[in-house]
């Protein structure tokens, strides 16, 4: 039995994407853009930073970062393209915020 409770609450200063309200699984395509994807990465850290414990909604956004960080590596390497190196910086900050939290 679990203890305590689940908040599925929109945090403040999360990207818009990282909501359950949002009701999309899928990020969009201005993740990616290289300005976008630094500043998501940050906004999540900074929350999670602040946070006492780890939130559902938090590990809603480091999940769905993941995912589409791990998706896009997974193309790359099919299509024979070099990864580029933000998407390896990201999925690291993200690796590095988990552990922090936890």
Same mark, same amino acid.
């Given at each position: 039995?679990?203890?305590?409770? +689940?908040? =599925?609450?929109? &945090?403040?200063?999360?990207?818009?994407? *990282?909501?359950?309200?949002?009701?999309?699984?899928?990020?969009?395509?201005? =993740? =990616?853009?290289?300005?976008?994807?630094g500043l998501a990465i940050t906004d999540?850290?900074?929350?999670?930073?602040?946070?006492?414990?780890?939130?559902?909604?938090?590990?809603?956004?480091?999940?769905?970062? +993941?995912?589409?960080?791990?998706? *896009?590596?997974?193309?790359?390497?099919? =299509?024979? &393209?070099?990864?580029?190196?933000? &998407?390896?910086?990201?999925?690291?900050?993200?690796?590095?915020?988990?552990?922090?939290?936890?």
């Amino acid at each position: 039995m679990l203890r305590g409770s +689940l908040s =599925f609450q929109d &945090i403040d200063g999360l990207p818009d994407w *990282a909501s359950w309200s949002s009701g999309d699984s899928n990020l969009p395509d201005s =993740f =990616f853009d290289e300005d976008r994807l630094g500043l998501a990465i940050t906004d999540i850290g900074t929350v999670a930073s602040s946070v006492d414990r780890m939130e559902a909604t938090l590990v809603l956004a480091l999940g769905l970062a +993941l995912r589409a960080l791990n998706t *896009a590596r997974e193309a790359n390497a099919v =299509f024979g &393209i070099p990864l580029n190196p933000k &998407i390896a910086d990201a999925e690291g900050q993200i690796v590095q915020t988990i552990q922090l939290t936890v």
